[in-house]
């Protein structure tokens, strides 16, 4: 089988296991997580492209995410505007912010390109938090309409299940797209050694601003969807915290790996259901979780798996010979 | 081809590089030898954008392309290799050199995303191209290993290999043979002159002086961030001041 | 008169928080001129200090023997920290040392939050809080032991950087690592002792400004950051450039927070974050290098 072959087939594979998954999971409360599960691999497989491909760190993802949020819901709630249309200006805008601070921000390298980033977050997120009058403030923003189709409302969990992984399917199919692909591999290039890819001919800087700026859309449209499912979204869902855990998701699951950005994101999704008992403790198992992946594991789940079936290949053969 | 006038380059207080001029000449192996600072390296990063120079030009084929970017350089046929082998580790072998072609490329972020037909084209000729350059320089059977775990002088040579894909017009290599055995660097100089033969002018820094002398038209000496001597390999053996210079570093 | 007054009591208060970041933005130069790591666990320290001595206090422990546990306990964890994740970390790329930094910064809060809960805790003023006059504006007691502290690590850690053997082994990595090796330097106890150091005067910064403030487990992450704040203004050195950095950062804060907006307060220090990181990352002091390709 071809790369590609293998590429398109399994893809098929996920997706089909995603579509029929509600099937199994009848029951509300677990379809409710997956829904989260859906929205949270969108922000990691967005974050991947920057983080993963490019090597270009993020600890303000959030921000995107929370601008998409919240331009969808003061359009919505207190303007009336169309969701799907506010959903469009949420992305544009966001995407023309990302644009016009990437240039800047992505000059910065490694731990200042961190703090930087952080920065950026924590300004947005004062900023969510301050004008009252339009967020609603610390206490939230509450009335945010479904997003419907005519009549057809996206009202409940299973509606919203179908909505949100086809948009998250959707965005994977891009990034495994991206990755073997001219830019796929420019990207990857800048990861590895920045001069090379100069060298050979990559236009870093502008590169660099593109998969930043695509990266900041798609989490701004994840913020959408998730302002539509939830219709209510308050400043705690956007802070330093959940960008933290964004890179967690991506780190977890493997620098570069699509797939990974999914695991990543549903162990950190469905981690917190499983330890209720420790409630507001669940930080610290991120923080431990981070610290022993990077000493121990540094290509993630998707590297772990990899090698692991390298080995299997290769005993196998030995066993043959 | 490759013209250099009066480049200086200062870092702070230390002058790295004092008024060096040299010309490269179409079609040939230029060698640039010096002691260990003498700014060979430094020289490089300069003419190829990498570092800003204090003043000084640079002329490829006749035009002024002093403080271009290397991006811009590269679509303009200059490449290079680097000291310490800068390889995409984590990128197969064929990739490496798939990234050589960036500029003979030109699909963009959504013809990528998308998958449009004429990037699935594009990616086919890329990749056809790429492995032509791997067989030029005897890679084949390789092209889907990780390039981080080549061994050392394989990886020298999938610099070369990645550097050549476009097709340059004029190729600078640092210190190919540095940590090559002897059968590798007999191997080099074969290649280097291959790569001549088809159509790209070669200028080399290197310390390895047999290779230099064997190779190379013409050899330029630099020591200390001066031009010392410049002409064919004979009456640089015989220089005075080079063995000077060079007996002096011992 | 009015409003020179009120600026000049916005200038004292800026001073005093100013002296705080300078401490914190000290720690954050003297790890990042020994490894190259920027610490982004170096505000727990701080947050370790404040709750740490509160918690000995609470114990009964006179004030002077509680700080030093205090002390005592923020050192050992970067102690523990350096050992245990940094020292043993093989692919040491600047993003595996953001993000285990961010890893530990997490534990170490965690870890407060399990310890002493989620409240706030109040630790008393050293001596008293009847405020002094001077002019038209007044201080408090409190202040002044940060300025005397503050400039008393300073001086301390000046001696220490330019005299004693160690200190200026520690220059010597910061300038070039290999070559400290290479002339016989133990570089990865250096490395250790820019952690002691660092958690230490961390600490110390948490402990005396927790009396004009609360302390939580959460304080260390805004009081690092802007410790950051004020070690990139002054271009991450191990001197005066950062202490000028944290009281310029300090003063800017408080005016704008007097005169702009309160709310917008914590954001003044992140804008002048963005704006040093855009235009002069190499600090306002420092001439800019050519990076080594
Ligand atoms: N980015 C930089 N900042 C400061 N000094 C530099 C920088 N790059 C090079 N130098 C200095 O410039 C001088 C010339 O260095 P260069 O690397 O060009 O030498 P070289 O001739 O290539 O030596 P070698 O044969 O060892 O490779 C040296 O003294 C070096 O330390
Ligand atoms: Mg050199």
Redesign the interface.
């Known amino acids: 089988m071809t790369e590609a072959k293998r590429d398109i087939l399994g893809f098929l594979l996920f997706a089909a296991a995603v579509l029929i998954a509600p099937f199994f999971f009848a029951d509300s409360y677990i379809l409710n997580v997956l829904v989260f599960v859906g929205i949270n691999t969108l922000l990691a497989v967005a974050l991947n492209l920057l983080l993963g491909f490019a090597g270009q760190i993020s600890l303000g993802h959030a921000a995107f995410f929370g601008l998409g949020a919240y331009i969808s819901g003061v359009m919505t709630a207190a303007h009336s505007f169309d969701p799907w249309l506010a959903m469009l200006i949420a992305a544009v805008s966001t995407g023309v912010a990302a644009f016009i601070i990437g240039f800047p921000i992505l000059k910065l390298k490694g731990h200042y390109l961190a703090m930087a980033t952080l920065g950026f977050g924590i300004i947005v997120y004062i900023v969510f938090n301050e004008t009252v009058d339009l967020t609603g403030g610390p206490s939230g923003l509450p009335g945010i309409p479904n997003l419907s189709l005519g009549e057809f409302s996206f009202d409940n969990d299973i509606k919203n299940f179908y909505l949100i992984w086809a948009f998250t399917l959707l965005a994977m199919r891009?990034s495994l797209?991206?990755y073997r692909?001219?830019?796929?591999?420019?990207l990857?290039?800048i990861?590895?050694?920045e001069?090379?890819?100069?060298?050979?001919?990559?236009?870093?800087k502008n590169l660099k601003v593109?998969?930043f700026t695509?990266s900041a859309v798609i989490s701004a449209l994840a913020g959408s969807l998730y302002a539509h499912t939830m219709t209510f979204i308050s400043p705690a869902s956007f802070g330093f915290n959940f960008s933290v855990e964004l890179v967690t998701m991506v780190i977890i699951g493997g620098l570069?790996s699509v797939y990974g950005s999914f695991m990543g994101a549903a162990i950190l999704t469905l981690l917190p259901e499983f330890l209720r008992i420790f409630h507001d403790y669940d930080i610290i198992v991120y923080g431990l979780l981070l610290i022993l992946i990077i000493m121990f594991m540094p290509g993630g789940l998707a590297g772990g798996f990899r090698t692991a079936l390298e080995r299997l290949s290769r005993s196998r053969k030995q066993g043959a010979d | 081809m490759l013209e250099i006038r009066g480049m200086t380059k200062k870092?702070?207080g230390l002058i790295a590089l004092d008024d060096v001029s040299m010309s490269v000449g179409k079609g040939s192996i230029t060698g640039i030898i010096g002691p260990n600072g003498a700014g060979k390296t430094t020289l490089f990063?300069i003419v190829?954008?990498?570092?800003?120079r204090s003043s000084g030009e640079v002329y490829l084929e006749g035009t002024d392309v002093s403080g271009y970017?290397?991006?811009n350089l590269?679509?303009l046929g200059l490449?290079?290799t680097?000291q310490n082998v800068?390889?995409?580790?984590?990128?197969t072998v064929l990739?490496n050199v798939?990234?050589?072609l960036?500029?003979r490329?030109r699909?963009?972020?959504f013809s990528?995303?998308?998958?449009w037909p004429t990037?699935i084209m594009?990616?086919k000729r890329?990749r056809d191209e790429a492995m032509q350059r791997l067989e030029f320089t005897g890679m084949t059977g390789i092209a889907d290993i990780p390039a981080g775990s080549l061994p050392f002088g394989m990886g020298r040579r999938l610099e070369i290999a990645?550097?050549l894909a476009?097709g340059p017009k004029i190729m600078l290599m640092d210190e190919p043979a540095a940590g090559l055995n002897s059968r590798e660097t007999l191997d080099l100089a074969d290649l280097i002159r291959k790569i001549r033969d088809a159509g790209t002018t070669v200028v080399l820094v290197e310390h390895d002086m047999e290779l230099v002398m064997d190779v190379c038209e013409t050899i330029v000496v630099l020591n200390l961030g001066r031009k010392l001597a410049e002409g064919a390999p004979r009456e640089i053996q015989e220089n005075p001041a080079v063995i000077a210079a060079y007996l002096g570093e011992e | 008169m009015e409003a020179f007054g009120e600026i000049f009591q916005y200038i004292l208060s800026g001073f005093s928080t100013g002296a705080i970041y300078a401490l914190i933005g000290f720690g954050f130069a003297v790890i990042y001129n020994s490894t190259g790591i920027i610490n982004f666990a170096q505000g727990e320290f701080v947050m370790l200090g404040g709750l740490a001595t509160i918690f000995f206090i609470n114990m009964n422990f006179p004030l002077p023997v509680s700080v030093i546990f205090a002390i005592a306990t923020a050192t050992l964890t970067g102690v523990v920290f350096e050992r245990l994740a940094i020292r043993p970390l093989k692919n040491a790329t600047p993003l595996n040392l953001v993000l285990i930094t961010i890893g530990a910064s997490i534990l170490i809060r965690g870890g407060a939050m399990l310890m002493w809960g989620k409240d706030t805790h109040v630790l008393p003023s050293f001596s008293g809080s009847d405020p002094i006059y001077i002019a038209d504006a007044t201080i408090l007691p409190q202040h002044l032991w940060i300025f005397s502290i503050t400039v008393l690590i300073i001086a301390a850690s000046r001696m220490f950087f330019n005299r004693s053997i160690t200190g200026k082994a520690m220059r010597a990595c910061a300038y070039n690592r290999e070559a400290a090796g290479l002339v016989g330097i133990d570089v990865k106890k250096m490395v250790l002792f820019s952690f002691i150091i660092s958690s230490a005067i961390g600490s110390l910064a948490g402990i005396i400004i927790a009396p004009l403030t609360m302390s939580s487990y959460d304080v260390g992450v805004m009081l690092g950051l802007k410790g950051f704040c004020a070690a990139i203004i002054g271009g991450m050195s191990n001197g005066a450039g950062t202490v000028i950095g944290g009281l310029l950062l300090g003063i800017l804060e408080s005016l704008g927070a007097g005169f702009i907006s309160a709310s917008y307060k914590d954001a003044i220090a992140f804008i002048i974050l963005l704006l040093i990181l855009f235009f002069r990352p190499e600090g306002i002091f420092r001439?800019d290098?050519?990076e080594r390709?």
């Open positions: 891009i797209n991206l692909s001219r830019i796929g591999r420019a990857r290039a990861h590895d050694s001069v090379a890819a100069r060298v050979a001919g990559v236009n870093v593109q998969i695509m570069g | 870092f702070g990063n190829t954008g990498l570092y800003t970017a290397p991006e590269a679509r490449v290079r680097f800068e390889l995409f580790g984590r990128m990739e798939m990234v050589g960036h500029t490329s699909s963009g972020i990528c995303s998308l998958k990037h594009e990616e890329i990645r550097a476009p | 001439k290098e050519t390709v």
